[in-house]
T-cell receptor, first 118, second 111 residues
Framework: GAVVSQHPSRVICKSGTSVKIECRSLDFQATTMFWYRQFPKQSLMLMAT?????????EQGVEKDKFLINHASLTLSTLTVTSAHPEDSSFYIC??????????????FGPGTRLTVL | QKEVEQDPGPLSVPEGAIVSLNCTYSNSAFQYFMWYRQYSRKGPELLMY????GNKEDGRFTAQVDKSSKYISLFIRDSQPSDSATYLCAPSLTAGNKLTFGGGTRVLVKP
């Protein structure tokens, strides 16, 4: 299957700082990428859908000014958590949709980034 | 009520047993039904997907969808310790778009 990478794999930061997480599709061009958040022992919750060259679409309850998403190229999307607070500590996972991924247009998931805000 | 419900487990079975997992959902508009496997601290990987109602088999895995009762099942035959993971069901309205994940069921296969 296609490969999606995330960087960094884990980050620890102080409250009030901003953190940028990168999501890359390594062997395919992804016009659409998705950002999810997963709290311990809970499922993945979609935060936003990112389309290359346009503004991201945020799910209800997700603050777009706090979670800045940029999808500037067909292989890279970034999520910036601005002014992070301890309640933002979570596992952030991206996925990229392969537009040529068969009849289903499968989403391939990255390995996730664990964010800890002190 | 959550849109997609799963028993969190853990579901503990001996090696070689059949693992039976299920999900219920509330949105009758869901058309695609996915099962993902997630190992600890990793991203999910797609196991199987089914379109609309019916059965689908792939190796040791069988997925069943009953849209009339909004019930999704995944069966794992001849379970192996490497099958120990969290299994997430994720229906969606259209192909490749927004996934609505269940809470996941943790499975432990004991050697």
């Amino acid at each position: 299957g296609a490969v999606v990478s995330q960087h960094p794999s884990r980050v620890i930061c102080k409250s009030g700082t901003s953190v940028k997480i990168e999501c890359r599709s390594l062997d395919f061009q992804a016009t659409t990428m998705f950002w999810y958040r997963q709290f311990p022992k809970q499922s993945l919750m979609l935060m936003a859908t990112s389309n290359e060259g346009s503004k991201a679409t945020y799910e209800q309850g997700v603050e777009k000014d706090k979670f800045l998403i940029n999808h500037a190229s067909l292989t890279l999307s970034t999520l910036t958590v601005t002014s992070a607070h301890p309640e933002d500590s979570s596992f952030y996972i991206c996925s990229a949709r392969d537009p040529f991924g068969g009849s289903y247009n499968e989403q391939f998931f990255g390995p996730g980034t664990r964010l800890t805000v002190l | 009520q959550k849109e997609v419900e799963q028993d969190p487990g853990p579901l503990s079975v001996p090696e070689g047993a059949i693992v039976s997992l299920n999900c219920t959902y509330s949105n009758s508009a869901f058309q695609y039904f996915m099962w993902y496997r997630q190992y600890s601290r990793k991203g999910p990987e797609l196991l199987m997907y089914t379109y609309s109602s019916g059965n689908k088999e792939d190796g040791r895995f069988t997925a069943q969808v009953d849209k009339s009762s909004k019930y999704i099942s995944l069966f794992i035959r001849d379970s192996q310790p490497s099958d120990s993971a969290t299994y997430l069901c994720a229906p969606s309205l259209t192909a490749g778009n927004k996934l609505t994940f269940g809470g996941g069921t943790r499975v432990l296969v004991k050697p």
